[in-house]
């Protein structure tokens, strides 16, 4: 008897998404993206921010070894490095930072650039278009990765114009600014002696004390005009409350030598190139000094907050302060987040300024010597 076994074989059907499974899937991936890429976008930020700390702290620690090679004299805003022109016939001045090349493993480039502008295999435009990365922080988007830019400017202290907003072309802020030095900004504090603050013989009857007590870069202006020396900050302001290096979006060409392109400064309004004697202090608080009275207290760089309750305002100065437009701004400014800027300081550190900090306290950063005339002691809490 043949048995015959019957076996059915059921097919299963392979059963999908439903609509609903398919939404709550969809809304559980849209939730989880939206809690870690705010967190991803934050730590490229962070990360782009600390590449640019470092920048700033490499440069800074340049400018170091070269004071220390030089006797504690820090690089020439312009004129440290020069080379010939084309026809051989006159010098054309680098500005600082060709001067910390060397010091920045480019010593073969330095080398070139002081050549004759019409000697070596490259010229010197395609020298000039070098993309070095330690000059342009990642958060600039005019600089980062675009031929010869530079992002890091000097502090050139306290630079006067006309008053008029905004500023022409022909002053503050011009490309053209080749002018900002001790002998176009004479501030003299009176003191008839024949030497200038530093110890150097003077040619000229007053010394340039008020302007060299601001900045800490200046150009080369021949004479014996004197430079601004680590040992002239310790012994004064001190190097841990004055700024040396800052970021600007509105930076130039790092093989310029003009003002605008490599320096920041404090916009100072003036009827003229030397600080007004009066014996009320002129509504900004900056440029004047009142030491024909016997025993004054000269106040040429006392803003406002430091002898009144008024607060002081740096104008078009401030930090990360919109640009005027047709003009460089020398001011700090920055792509990070609040407009906050990094800065190194005389002393080596690095750090960052809050754009909403107090303006007062940011333009006595700017200078070596302002407790010599007239600015308040910066103390430790207003940081």
């Known amino acids: 008897m043949n048995i015959r076994h019957t076996v059915r ?52 620690t340049a400018v170091m070894n070269f004071s220390s090679q030089s006797g504690g004299r820090l690089p020439k805003l312009a004129g440290q490095d020069t080379y010939l022109n084309a026809a051989g016939t006159g010098e054309v001045a680098y500005g ?92 003299r504090d009176g003191i008839t002696d024949a030497t200038s603050s530093t110890g150097l013989a003077q040619t000229a009857p007053l010394a340039t004390r008020i302007s060299q ?8 202006t021949g004479g014996d005009r004197s430079i601004v020396t680590l040992d002239f900050i310790s012994n004064n302001d001190g190097q841990t409350q004055t700024m040396m290096l800052s970021e600007n979006l509105d930076a130039g060409l790092w093989s310029s030598n003009r003002t605008g392109q490599i320096a920041f400064a404090l916009q100072v309004p003036t009827s003229g190139l030397i600080p007004t004697q009066a014996a ?68 080596g550190h690095a750090g960052s300024l809050n754009a909403t900090m107090n303006q007062a306290v940011y333009a006595r950063l700017m200078t070596p010597a302002g407790t010599k005339y007239g600015q308040n002691v910066i103390k430790d809490s207003n940081f």
């Open 9 to 60: 074989v059921a097919q299963s059907r392979r059963r999908g998404f439903t609509l609903i499974e398919l939404l709550v899937v969809i809304s559980i991936i849209a939730t989880l993206a939206a809690l870690i890429l705010p967190g991803i976008q934050g730590a490229r930020a962070a990360a782009r921010n600390l590449q640019c700390i470092n920048n700033i702290r490499n440069i800074g």
């Open 280 to 347: 009320i202090a002129t509504p900004n608080g900056v440029g004047r000094y009142d030491d024909s009275t016997a025993g004054a207290q000269n106040s040429a760089l006392a803003v406002i907050e430091d002898f009144s309750s008024t607060g002081y305002s740096a104008g078009d100065s401030q930090i990360s302060a919109a640009n005027p437009g047709g003009v460089r701004p020398w001011r700090p400014s920055s792509n990070h987040v609040g407009g906050n800027v990094n800065v190194f300081y005389c002393d």
């Open 96 to 187: 600082w930072p060709v001067s910390l090349l060397p010091m920045l493993d480019n010593a073969a480039l330095a080398r070139l650039l002081l050549l004759q502008q019409n000697t070596g295999s490259q010229s010197h435009q395609t020298l000039w278009d070098t993309q070095i990365a330690v000059f342009s922080c990642p958060d600039d988007d005019t600089a980062f990765q675009i031929d010869g830019q530079l992002s890091y400017v000097a502090n050139a202290g306290y630079a006067p114009y006309t008053g008029t907003s905004p500023v022409p072309a022909g002053e503050w802020g011009s490309i053209n600014d080749q002018s900002h030095n001790f002998n176009n900004i004479d501030w």
């Open 213 to 220: 007590s601001t900045g800490v870069f200046w150009r080369d």
